[in-house]
C-alpha cells in the first residue's frame, strides 16, 4: 500500500490537451505503522534481560515508557481505522450519494446503537463524516453499498472493544485508585484476550496498569489490519 493516492482525467481535443489532476494522502498506512512500531518497543522493554526476571522492580521511568508506547499503539491502531474510513467516504462519494439506500429505521437504528440521533434535516453523508465512532461508519457504509450491515463475528466485537479501549484513554478522567468502577467493562472484554503488563502485580488496577502491555498493543495492530483487510473484501 501506498501513502500517495493520485488520480488523473484526462480530456484530449483537437488541438488543446486539458488536464485535471487531484491527490490526497492516505495516513491509514502511517497510523498502523506507528503502532506497530510502538508495539515493538514495548516488547523490546518487556524482554530486556534487564527487567525479565523481576519486571516488578524495573525502574519507574521505563514502567511508564513501557505503557506510553502500549498507549501510543492502541491510539494509533483506531487512528489507522479512522483514516481509512474517512478515505474511502471520500474517494467514493458519488457512489454513496447514488445509492438505493436511503435513511430508513434501520439506518436511525443503528445511528442510536452508537448514541447517536439521525436528523431528517441534514445530508445523511454529511452526518456520518462527523460520526466520532470508527465502526459506525464501516457499518452504515456496507450497508448502503451491500445492503447489509457488517456480519456479527469476533473481530467486529474486537474492533468495538479496541474503540473503547481508546476512547478510554484519550479521555480519561484521573481518579482515586479504588474508584476505578467504569473500566470493569473495559477489564471484562479484553482481560483474557492478552497477556498483563509484567511490571505490575494483581494489587494493581486492570485499567490503566496491567492492561497497558505489549500483547494489548499486538492485539490492537492486528485486529486493526485485519478489520481493514475484512472491509477490503467485502467492498471487492
Known amino acids: 500500500m501506498t501513502d500517495i493516492t ?32 510502538f508495539s515493538e518497543h514495548a516488547y523490546d522493554i518487556e524482554n530486556n534481560p534487564k527487567y525479565i526476571d523481576d519486571p516488578q522492580n524495573a525502574p519507574e521511568k521505563i514502567k511508564v515508557l513501557y505503557r506510553s508506547y502500549v498507549s501510543s ?50 445530508e445523511l453523508l454529511g452526518q456520518l463524516g462527523n460520526a466520532p465512532n470508527a465502526l459506525l461508519k464501516f457499518e452504515i457504509i456496507v450497508f448502503l453499498l451491500k445492503h447489509h450491515f457488517i456480519p456479527a463475528n469476533s473481530l467486529k466485537v474486537n474492533i468495538d472493544g479496541l474503540i473503547k479501549v481508546r476512547n478510554a484513554l ?41 492492561c497497558l502491555s505489549a500483547s494489548c498493543a499486538s492485539w490492537s495492530v492486528q485486529n486493526a489490519d485485519e478489520f481493514i483487510e475484512q472491509f477490503k473484501s467485502m467492498m471487492a
Open 73 to 122: 499503539s492502541i491510539i494509533c491502531s483506531v487512528s489507522a481505522l479512522e483514516a481509512f474510513i474517512n478515505q474511502f467516504l471520500l474517494d467514493n462519494n458519488d457512489k454513496l450519494k447514488t445509492s438505493p439506500c436511503s435513511v430508513n429505521k434501520q439506518i436511525k437504528l443503528k445511528f442510536k446503537e452508537f448514541g447517536r440521533t439521525l436528523s431528517k434535516k441534514k
Open 6 to 37: 493520485t488520480s488523473m482525467n484526462f480530456r484530449l481535443s483537437v488541438p488543446d490537451l486539458y488536464m485535471t489532476a487531484k491527490s490526497h494522502s492516505n495516513f491509514d498506512y502511517i497510523h498502523l505503522n506507528s503502532a506497530r512500531i
Open 170 to 210: 484519550i479521555h480519561f478522567k484521573p481518579e482515586w485508585d479504588n474508584a476505578f468502577d467504569k473500566f470493569k467493562e473495559i477489564e471484562s472484554f479484553i482481560s483474557d484476550k492478552i497477556i498483563h503488563n509484567p511490571f505490575y502485580s494483581k494489587t494493581n488496577n486492570f485499567f490503566p496498569y496491567r
